[in-house]
């Protein structure tokens, strides 16, 4: 999933609990599936985040240098703008994207 392109806030919003639970008849059952669904976003955009940044890493034998590089830093700032995981997971499930199944009750 492209995560750069949702719609999710980047500050703290008040969700209405009927809405979030609707889904599930289940507040708790609910917040479990988004905490999910968050947990996969943020490894998502960590290893997206190492990958783009490993491009640009240069490979010293000195300990002493340190070079800034522009877009390492650009890269990182990116990243930092966009909306928590949480935000997004619960857009997701807000918009019916969460695909969830309760074995129990099949």
């Known amino acids: 999933m492209d995560y750069k392109d949702t719609k999710a806030p980047l500050s703290t919003i008040t969700y209405d ?23 996969q976003i943020n490894s998502d ?3 997206e985040l190492v990958d783009k940044l490993d491009e640009f890493a240069t490979y010293n034998d000195s300990l002493e240098e340190v070079f ?3 877009e390492q830093i ?4 990116f ?3 966009l909306p928590k995981p949480t935000a997004m997971a619960v857009e997701e499930w807000l918009n019916e994207k969460v695909y969830h199944r309760n074995p129990e009750a099949e």
């Open 17 to 39: 609990k009927n809405e979030i639970e609707a889904p599930t008849e289940n507040i708790y059952e609910a917040i479990s599936i988004i905490a999910k669904r968050a947990n």
């Open 45 to 47: 955009l960590k290893r």
């Open 68 to 70: 800034e590089n522009k």
């Open 74 to 77: 650009e890269v990182s700032k």
């Open 79 to 81: 990243y930092e703008r």
